[in-house]
């Protein structure tokens, strides 16, 4: 069973008074490698550093976006800017690379010419965003951006693909790239573009769900726009969990709000009843309040994405994050 | 008509006027009691415990890819491929996830198979595993559906028995996933031990998990399982053993199923507009007597009003 969120890891995020950032300048980089080989594994990388970095930067961001649109006023500073910049640039190379005509299986082959197009540019990319003391991390970096768009021989995406964008954030983060005040934008503003350029990914090569658990899983592809969306949506007067299935709503207020931007997505490829193809979202729109809401995919996502053997498998850990124990880790999520 | 079949040793203890009861029920996607359940998965064991590693099927069969829990989609399937027994079936694994109705599914294939053990052949997938289907959604229907996991230990032990693969008149070889490094004839797959639950790798990982690729060798899976084999190793596998082609699923196809190596390997899937959302359609593969191959797709069936997911949920464990 799923832990409660009391328990979740001592300290605020990467970023905390009780965690200066990395010095990029003496630190020794690594390029991430796969450390988790079967099931066995897995309480250990629970107890891991990397599982404390991450599950406190997914909670960080969580309270930085309370209450807040996504047009509202915070910080957006240059390296934001950039970053969304950056998937500008991804974006553009999908007209560059239609989808090719001939008969395949199920995914476009042209995924693999953008993928390769990502591997070859990605560390030029990162080094025109960062000042030059952050060089020396462009290669542990370039990897897990590499990992963020799909798997390229299986032309697929999922949870574990989005996760690693989110470990791209935290390393950021980590080496003080970015900082407390940016914590907004990263969700609001880079996470969204994110969002919006895997989606087109998604659709325009016809990427399989990667390891998706069909009616049983809450989206086939995105986990963290929902969990995240619902802390948006905390104390929101008109829009309550049980509006979030009428298209009134999503329609219009999705350009604003992460979780119902989430729900038209689905609603434009998803065929039927919603109640039918999406019913683990239908169960979350009968609960009370948006604050349920948002424990109950926190204590979700520990127990469906971070625990799960199939998922955390294909994670990689450089020097950033690591395999070690934390020194205060939190109560496994699931026995 | 039910008549004119044999009743194997394992309905002449408990009637095989029962087991058709329980067919017809799970037909009307009606699931079993857990009592019902595990009378039938001990018929089932006792039978499938004398298959062969290798099953041989006399052709004319029809073969079939995943399903995936979505049962009214297997009923139009047999709408459309006809009701077994009058039709020979062979599926090819992969019963249970991701679909509302893996429990039903499952029930209905293995009553299916101990009614007409000699009609109906089932394989295993890699989704009849304890590892996988505890992860991608048998494991909670069966907590929903009946409120503690024995259904799902039972029928797990099942898979155990499951044969991995089939071979239709010795020449069209059937499995669920693909081929394997560590096996060169179908004598190695004979000499597996395989009645245990699916090992994380070597040769029964393999079959259940590897994927044709448009390249030559080996390559490991990214699936993280199985691995990746080029149409040389097809073409040698299918000339050693003599094979006309390989048939195998466990992956979706846009169109029902696609040749793929030269014509040495098909894939077919059998599960239409897989999780409400790929919009592919399913097929199955016609074999006559004569060996002659015909693919038939389908689409999703038509739904009637209250149809295609179950009526109530309990409260999300999470909420």
Not at chain 1, 52 to 72: C, M, R, W, Y
Request: proline residues 7%.
């Amino acid at each position: 069973m799923a832990d409660s969120v009391s328990a979740a890891p001592d300290g605020p995020g990467p970023t905390s008074p009780k965690h200066k950032p990395i010095d990029p300048t003496t630190h020794t980089f690594s390029r991430p490698q796969k450390q988790i080989s079967g099931p066995d594994d897995v309480p250990a990388w629970e107890k891991s550093e990397a599982y404390q970095d991450l599950l406190g930067f997914i909670l960080t961001l969580n309270e930085a976006v309370k209450d807040k649109k996504i047009s509202d006023n915070y910080p957006v500073s240059p390296v934001i800017q950039k970053l969304v910049e950056m998937l500008d640039e991804l974006d553009k190379w999908l007209e560059e690379i239609p989808p090719i005509e001939q008969p395949q299986r199920f995914g476009n082959k042209a995924f693999r010419d953008w993928y390769a197009r990502l591997t070859e540019r990605v560390e030029e990319l990162l080094k025109n965003i960062l000042d030059e003391k952050f060089h020396s991390a462009v290669e542990e970096l370039a990897v897990y951006v590499t990992e963020s768009f799909g798997n390229s021989t299986r032309i697929d995406y999922g949870t574990g693909h989005e996760l690693a964008f989110v470990a791209f954030l935290c390393c950021l983060c980590k080496i003080g790239v970015l900082t407390e005040e940016d914590y907004p934008a990263i969700c609001l503003k880079v996470f969204d573009r994110y969002l919006y350029l895997a989606r087109k990914l998604q659709m325009t090569y016809r990427m399989e769900p990667a390891g998706s658990h069909g009616v049983w899983s809450l989206d086939d592809y995105q986990f963290l726009p929902f969990l995240w969306g619902s802390a948006q949506l905390l104390n929101h007067k008109r829009i309550l969990p049980k509006s979030f299935v009428k298209p009134d709503i999503f329609e219009h207020f999705a350009k604003d709000y992460l979780f119902l931007a989430g729900i038209k997505h689905i609603n434009q490829v998803k065929t039927g009843p919603f109640a039918e193809h999406s019913n683990q979202l239908w169960n979350v729109s009968g609960v009370a309040n948006w604050g349920k809401v948002n424990t109950g995919l926190i204590k979700m996502y520990r127990a469906e994405v971070l625990a799960k053997f199939p998922i955390i498998q294909h994670f990689l850990f450089g020097s950033l994050l690591t395999m070690k124990p934390a020194e205060n880790p939190s109560s496994p999520s699931s026995s | 008509m039910a008549s004119s079949y044999p009743m194997t040793s394992a309905e002449q203890k408990a009637g095989r006027g029962e087991l058709e009861g329980w067919i017809e029920q799970l037909m009307e996607c009606q699931k079993l009691t857990e009592a019902q359940v595990k009378v039938l998965c001990d018929k089932a064991k006792e039978i499938l415990v004398n298959e062969s590693n290798v099953r041989e099927v006399r052709s004319p069969v029809t073969v079939c890819g995943d399903i995936h829990g979505q049962m009214y989609d297997l009923l139009e399937l047999f709408r459309i491929g006809g009701q077994p027994p009058d039709t020979n079936y062979l599926f090819m694994g992969d019963y249970v996830d991701r679909g509302y109705y893996s429990v039903e599914v499952i029930s209905l294939l293995v009553a299916l198979k101990v009614r007409y053990p000699d009609r109906v052949t089932i394989l295993r997938g890699n989704h009849e595993t304890r590892m996988t289907s505890q992860v991608y959604g048998f494991y909670d229907e069966v907590m929903c559906k009946y409120g503690n996991p024995n259904v799902w230990k039972m029928f797990t032990e099942v898979f155990d028995y499951l044969p991995v693969t089939g071979l239709v008149d010795g020449k069209v070889f059937c499995l669920h996933g693909g081929l394997s490094p560590s096996i060169d004839s179908l004598d190695h797959i004979r000499a597996i031990d395989r009645i245990q639950e699916a090992p994380i790798e070597g040769p029964m990982n393999d079959l259940l998990w590897s994927d044709p690729e448009d390249m030559m060798g080996w390559r490991p899976s990214p699936r993280g399982a199985g691995h990746l084999f080029g149409a040389d190793i097809s073409e040698a596998f299918n000339h050693t053993n003599n094979l006309s082609f390989v048939a195998r699923a466990h992956q979706p196809v846009h169109d029902g199923y696609q040749w793929c190596h030269n014509k040495q390997v098909v894939t077919t899937f059998s599960a239409p507009n897989y999780m409400y959302r790929l919009g592919n359609s399913a097929a199955i593969l016609q074999i006559d007597e004569a060996m002659h191959s015909t693919f038939i797709r389908f689409d999703a069936a038509p739904r009637k009003p209250n149809e295609g997911r179950p009526h109530s949920f309990p409260d999300h464990m999470y909420f």
